[in-house]
């Protein structure tokens, strides 16, 4: 019997959205099922939806095989798993938050007060490794109503513009977490499975290589090729065809996203023309 690699994600939500997402990216096609779980139909693929602060213990116990949650989840359940992957979406950050007309004076200012959260784990760790004395005041949901009812002094949430904080009259004093998406793993997954795992992270990896960088072309005076070739690494080297117009060259290359106004900017100065950026679907390096 084939072995179907099992994958747990958020039920519903941004996570859902990405996760989706990043597996339709993948080349995986996933068949409408019930409300629980669903196939794909072209990789022994297995969807489960799962509460996200479900998945740590579901992979941990081999429910599922892997599971992609938030980090901040991850830390908070603490399970027995293996981080595999950083996909690199669902980034946001656990703050601690204060009324608006607060004077923060720096952490000590916690000394002694409450906060109300639903990360208590993080957050004590946190006051414990900084020496604060502070009561956890452990809540589900609409954590940053608690200052303006008198449950608590302060909050400690997820930020992610910091337009809730605002709209319940608080400010962001202190960034504790900066979390992002991670793909776990349980950490006893039988060879087969494994198998199937690293064909899957073969495809992410392609799939975050294509985002993270853009195919360029554009022509170059001969006399400046040497100079523009140099700008342009690519993933081995350039190519270069000649143009019909005698002088010129059609150059093509890839560039990182980070790099790419940069670049831009100095290929200009050395005499480039026609300069097309273009997005990337697949990159396999």
């Not at 992609?68 to 690199?88: A, S, T, W």
């Not at 957050?123 to 502070?134: D, Q």
């Not at 990182?256 to 480039?272: M, N, R």
Request: a negative charge; hydrophobic letters at 40%; one cysteine or more.
């Amino acid at each position: 019997m084939e072995e179907i690699l099992k994958i747990a994600v958020q039920k519903s939500g941004r996570l859902n959205e990405k996760s989706m997402g990043l597996l339709k990216e993948c080349g995986i096609k996933i068949n409408n099922g019930g409300k629980l779980m669903s196939t794909a139909s072209n990789f022994p693929l297995e969807v489960f939806y799962l509460r996200d602060d479900d998945i740590p213990q579901y992979v941990a116990e081999g429910v599922a095989d892997i599971g992609i949650v938030g980090e901040n989840e991850f830390l908070e359940k603490d399970q027995q798993v293996d981080i595999i992957n950083r996909p690199g979406f669902s980034k946001c950050r656990l703050s601690l938050a204060i009324r608006r007309e607060e004077n923060y004076t720096g952490l000590s200012w916690f000394e002694g007060k409450k906060i109300a959260t639903s990360y208590p784990v993080i957050l004590r760790n946190f006051l414990k490794e900084k020496g604060i004395n502070a009561t956890v005041e452990e809540i589900s949901g609409s954590v940053e109503i608690a200052p303006g009812i008198g449950l608590a002094e302060g909050v400690f949430d997820i930020v992610s513009t910091g337009s809730t904080l605002l709209a319940n009259g608080l400010k962001e004093v202190e960034v504790v977490l900066k979390s992002e998406a991670l793909l776990i793993a349980n950490n006893s997954l039988v060879d087969d499975k494994k198998v199937l795992l690293d064909k899957l992270l073969f495809r992410i990896e392609a799939a975050k290589a294509a985002k993270q960088n853009k195919y360029i072309l554009l022509n170059a005076p001969n006399d400046k090729l040497d100079e523009i070739i140099n700008l342009l690494p690519g993933m081995r080297s350039p190519t270069v065809l000649p143009l019909a117009d005698e002088g010129w060259s059609s150059v093509h290359s890839v560039i990182q996203e980070d790099d790419f106004w940069e670049v831009i900017d100095q290929l200009k100065e050395k005499g480039a023309e026609g300069i097309l950026v273009c997005p990337i679907e697949k990159m396999i390096v």
